[in-house]
């Protein structure tokens, strides 16, 4: 059963959320968050990418620039941009994107849960990526942006938050400039409070949706406190990490296509020859193709777009990781035929969220004369079957939207 907490959220003042909010550290780049940092003072990204207040040549892992993200942590709430609950409390967090809401609760979950399985996870990480963020945690005394995590809410708590934002009003609540709406509500009434963790001690399992890294990261930080703090209790604010959870039927999963800058030394003609051993193949003259169902891909390649549907004998008795179209594609494609042994390191390959155009696709394919795979999104219900068997999905299966913001929440450790 799942313990999730309250907290006395460190968060922006009203006036300023709008301003302090910003995207996760992991999709803006070096060169954008400097360029976002130095029209917007008040950005999260001052932290979140501190290098961005750095010299250019300061590496990305350099302990100055975790350094300096303590610093500027410190300074936003010295100077009133941020400041901290007195109570702990739970948040509801709600995002409207393109006309979709999805509304979740903002607490605190336990880093046991993570360790014995109750929060599940469907992916691998990368060392490197986790060293980056424990050092920033570590450095922060904080978890600076939560933990994206799904579940299948019961009646009740969804009808505890209706009835919650039908009686008050939003601390925040302003559109982004990418055309998403924000709003939070703060929920500290002491019988909801009780009721909410009571729900999740009912729900069997937590699912990561998005934040991988981060999940790890704040665990690993927790544990590496634990035995600085011998006597700890269990209770001490490093023995949860920050996070959001939302309703599992109220996300969205966006495809995360794939770009390859080449034909692996194959003519054009002999690729699409090779093709039709596993798929049907059919070219879409004059238009993008966008596939509509499972097992169906849309390339584009040599100036045309392509309909490519896997043939049945390719995945009917594949187990469930291995019937994802993702997973056929690296199978039957991208590792036999274009020689992308390893996706997570190759340099020829680029994944694209599926937020982007299919005609950037087309113009990164077009560049250097490589190959683009339009994908069907994987549904949130592979995702939660895949980790309820305890099986990891393939790198870049899944791409969320909308990206929760990070500053608007903070949970300190307050153990430094």
Same mark, same amino acid.
């Given at each position: 059963?799942?313990?999730?907490?309250?907290?006395?959220?460190?968060?922006?003042?009203?006036?300023?959320?709008?301003?302090?909010?910003?995207?996760?550290?992991?999709?803006?780049?070096?060169?954008?968050?400097?360029?976002?940092?130095?029209?917007?003072?008040?950005?999260?990204?001052?932290?979140?990418?501190?290098?961005?207040?750095?010299?250019?040549?300061?590496?990305?892992?350099?302990?100055?620039?975790?350094?300096?993200?303590?610093?500027?942590?410190?300074?936003?709430?010295?100077?009133?941009?941020?400041?901290?609950?007195?109570?702990?409390?739970?948040?509801?967090?709600?995002?409207?994107?393109?006309?979709?809401?999805?509304?979740?609760?903002?607490?605190?979950?336990?880093?046991?849960?993570?360790?014995?399985?109750?929060?599940?996870?469907?992916?691998?990480?990368?060392?490197?990526?986790?060293?980056?963020?424990? *050092?920033? /945690?570590?450095?922060?005394?904080?978890? @600076?942006?939560?933990? +994206? $995590? &799904?579940?299948?809410?019961?009646?009740?708590? %969804?009808?505890?938050?209706?009835?919650?934002?039908?009686?008050?009003?939003?601390?925040?609540?302003?559109?982004?400039?990418?055309?998403?709406?924000?709003?939070?509500?703060?929920?500290?009434?002491?019988?909801?409070?009780?009721?909410?963790?009571?729900?999740?001690?009912?729900?069997?399992?937590?699912?990561?949706?998005?934040?991988?890294?981060?999940?790890?990261?704040?665990?690993?930080?927790?544990?590496?406190?634990?035995?600085?703090?011998?006597?700890?209790?269990?209770?001490?604010?490093?023995?949860?990490?920050?996070?959001?959870?939302?309703?599992?039927?109220?996300?969205?999963?966006?495809?995360?296509? *794939?770009? /390859?800058?080449?034909?692996?030394?194959? @003519?054009?003609?002999? +690729? $699409? &020859?090779?093709?039709?051993?596993?798929?049907? %193949?059919?070219?879409?003259?004059?238009?993008?193709?966008?596939?509509?169902?499972?097992?169906?891909?849309?390339?584009?390649?040599?100036?045309?777009?392509?309909?490519?549907?896997?043939?049945?004998?390719?995945?009917?008795?594949?187990?469930?990781?291995?019937?994802?179209?993702?997973?056929?594609?690296?199978?039957?494609?991208?590792?036999?035929?274009?020689?992308?042994?390893?996706?997570?390191?190759?340099?020829?390959?680029?994944?694209?969220?599926?937020?982007?155009?299919?005609?950037?696709?087309?113009?990164?394919?077009?560049?250097?004369?490589?190959?683009?795979?339009?994908?069907?999104?994987?549904?949130?219900?592979?995702?939660?079957?895949?980790?309820?068997?305890?099986?990891?999905?393939?790198?870049?299966?899944?791409?969320?939207?909308?990206? %929760?913001?990070?500053?608007?929440?903070?949970?300190?450790?307050?153990?430094?």
């Amino acid at each position: 059963m799942a313990i999730f907490q309250t907290f006395r959220a460190l968060r922006p003042v009203p006036e300023k959320a709008e301003k302090v909010a910003a995207l996760p550290y992991d999709v803006v780049s070096r060169e954008e968050a400097r360029l976002i940092g130095e029209k917007n003072p008040d950005s999260f990204l001052h932290v979140d990418r501190a290098e961005m207040d750095l010299p250019a040549d300061t590496g990305l892992y350099d302990s100055i620039v975790y350094e300096q993200a303590r610093k500027n942590l410190q300074k936003m709430e010295e100077n009133g941009s941020l400041i901290q609950d007195e109570k702990p409390c739970y948040y509801i967090y709600e995002l409207t994107r393109k006309g979709k809401t999805q509304t979740g609760i903002v607490g605190c979950c336990s880093i046991d849960d993570y360790i014995n399985g109750t929060v599940k996870k469907h992916e691998l990480t990368r060392e490197d990526k986790e060293t980056d963020r424990i *050092r920033h /945690v570590d450095a922060c005394d904080a978890n @600076t942006g939560p933990i +994206f $995590l &799904a579940c299948r809410y019961s009646g009740e708590l %969804l009808a505890l938050m209706e009835e919650w934002k039908k009686e008050h009003a939003p601390v925040y609540d302003f559109l982004a400039d990418d055309q998403v709406t924000h709003r939070v509500w703060i929920i500290d009434g002491g019988r909801e409070i009780e009721n909410i963790a009571d729900e999740f001690q009912k729900i069997p399992s937590l699912y990561i949706a998005d934040g991988h890294h981060r999940a790890a990261s704040a665990v690993k930080v927790g544990l590496k406190r634990r035995e600085e703090h011998p006597g700890y209790t269990g209770k001490e604010e490093f023995n949860y990490f920050l996070s959001v959870v939302f309703p599992s039927d109220q996300l969205t999963i966006l495809p995360y296509n *794939r770009v /390859v800058k080449d034909l692996n030394g194959l @003519t054009e003609k002999a +690729f $699409l &020859a090779g093709l039709k051993f596993n798929f049907e %193949l059919m070219l879409m003259p004059g238009f993008p193709c966008k596939p509509v169902e499972k097992h169906c891909i849309g390339m584009y390649v040599g100036g045309q777009w392509y309909h490519l549907k896997a043939w049945e004998d390719i995945y009917q008795k594949k187990d469930i990781v291995g019937q994802l179209d993702v997973s056929l594609l690296q199978e039957k494609v991208l590792s036999p035929m274009l020689g992308i042994g390893d996706p997570r390191t190759d340099k020829r390959i680029h994944f694209v969220g599926g937020s982007h155009k299919l005609s950037e696709l087309q113009a990164m394919a077009d560049e250097t004369g490589g190959v683009a795979f339009a994908m069907f999104p994987t549904s949130m219900e592979d995702l939660m079957a895949i980790a309820d068997e305890g099986k990891l999905m393939p790198p870049k299966s899944t791409w969320f939207e909308p990206k %929760l913001r990070s500053g608007l929440f903070i949970h300190k450790f307050e153990t430094v």
